[in-house]
Structures are given as structure tokens and as C-alpha cells.
């Protein structure tokens, strides 16, 4: 069955300190790969996706991510983070595009220390 | 890009009763999810909102308890029927293609939520 892993909870990290989100997916064919973002009593906002090609992504808000199909992993990367980057983050395997049901992580809850 | 509201945007509701949530979205879309996130959990896929026609449901949720409407390509409706402490949830309203959203035909976009306490 398909299924999202998120191995990180909780993780706290200093402002302007890089920051990596972890993600891994299990699915049997190439998958398409989402990260939103969940900010305190807000919706979710799509940071970035990949479908094909390019393996590094760039998203919004100076966010990237790396396919890497020998690991079946798709991590979320910043190299600065700020302060308003405090929210929480999912990963998504999407079985056919966004056009039918997204398979959601757990999350990971960032923190971000002044 | 489209708009996506989602009314009421909290409530409180006493046990044994009904809740009906409205996903309104700016523009003609392809298709409109329900998806619900528990306490400190993760999204859980609940139903597909088809226009015109019964909505398709996940594994584990059924129609009688949350009936789904879907009158036109821009609206939709989720009740959430004979509420326990149970359905405390966050429901989420996402959508897929359009005209608005031409650019990104494969990704959902959600709306801002609806937070739902049940006592």
C-alpha cells in the first residue's frame, strides 16, 4: 500500500540556520510528490511538487526539494530559515497528479529559535 | 489564482447533532475533495465531491454519515451527521483544474479549513 513516512515530529532550529525536512514514500510506480505547508489556523499552502524531470525543485518562499528515487525520499530543504517559517509541514504522494486522492506524512512541526 | 472559502470557519456543536460546511471556489474546477485532520494528526482523504452525481468515499467513511453534495462545478457541501466528541476535527475542502487554476492542473489547492469541537 502506499504510504508517506515523516520520521521527524518535533524539530527546533535557530534562525538563519539551514533546515531539512525529511520524507519518504512508498509506491510502486514514479510518484508525484507535493509539500504544503500548515501555518497555525490557516489552510494549506503548497510550497512545492514534482512530477517528472528536474530532480531538485525549487518552491515558493526559498524553499527546495530533492527527488531521489534509489531512496525513495523527497526532502524539503531552505538554507536560511526565518522565523515565520514556524508552521507544519507535510509531505504528499499524490497517485495520479493532484486528480484523485493525496496520501498524507504525519507532518513535522517546526520551531524556529531568535 | 482561485479563491477557495470554506463556511463557517469554526463551530462548536452539541453531541447528536448535524453540521453542514460549505466549500465555495471563485472559478469553474475539475474536481473538489473532503479531506478531515484530527487532533495533531495528518489529512485523511474522506470523499470525492462529484458534480451531479453521489460523491465517491474512502474506505471507512460512508455516505449516512457524511453526506456530500456537489450542485454545480464551483460549490460543495459535507455534513457531518449525529456528531460525537469523536468528529472534533479540522475539514478541509481542496480542489483541481480550472480556468484559474490552468497552470497547475495536478495539484489540489485547499481552502482555509473549517475547525469543528464537538461536546
Known amino acids: 500500500a502506499q504510504s508517506v513516512t515523516q520520521p521527524d515530529i518535533h524539530i527546533t532550529v535557530s534562525e538563519g540556520a539551514s533546515l531539512e525536512l525529511r520524507c519518504n514514500y512508498s509506491?510502486?510506480?514514479?510518484?508525484?510528490l507535493f509539500w504544503y505547508v500548515q501555518s497555525p489556523g490557516q489552510g494549506l499552502q503548497l510550497l512545492l511538487k514534482?512530477?517528472?524531470?528536474?530532480?531538485l525543485v525549487q518552491g515558493i518562499k526559498g524553499f527546495e526539494a530533492e527527488f531521489k528515487r534509489s531512496q525513495s525520499s523527497f526532502n524539503l530543504r531552505k538554507p536560511s530559515v526565518h522565523w515565520s517559517d514556524a508552521a507544519e509541514y507535510f509531505c504528499a504522494v499524490g497517485l495520479s497528479g493532484g486528480y484523485n486522492k493525496l496520501i498524507f506524512g504525519a507532518g513535522t512541526r517546526l520551531a524556529v529559535h531568535p | 489564482s482561485a479563491v477557495i472559502s470554506q463556511k463557517p470557519s469554526r463551530d462548536i456543536c452539541q453531541r447528536g447533532t448535524s453540521l453542514t460546511i460549505q466549500c465555495q471556489v471563485d472559478s469553474q474546477v475539475t474536481m473538489m475533495f473532503w479531506y478531515r485532520q484530527q487532533p495533531g494528526q495528518s489529512l485523511t482523504l474522506i470523499a470525492t465531491a462529484n458534480q451531479g452525481s453521489e460523491a465517491t468515499y474512502e474506505s471507512g467513511f460512508v455516505i449516512d454519515k457524511f453526506p456530500i453534495s456537489r450542485p454545480n462545478l464551483t460549490f460543495s457541501t459535507l455534513t457531518v451527521s449525529n456528531m460525537s466528541p469523536e468528529d472534533s476535527s479540522i475539514y478541509l475542502c481542496?480542489?483541481?483544474?480550472?480556468?484559474?487554476?490552468?497552470?497547475?492542473?495536478?495539484?489540489?489547492?485547499f481552502g482555509p479549513g473549517t475547525r469543528l469541537t464537538v461536546l
Open positions: 509506491y510502486g510506480a514514479t510518484p508525484y
Open positions: 481542496s480542489v483541481v483544474g480550472g480556468r484559474e487554476l490552468a497552470g497547475s492542473t495536478d495539484t489540489q489547492y
Open positions: 514534482y512530477f517528472s524531470g528536474d530532480t
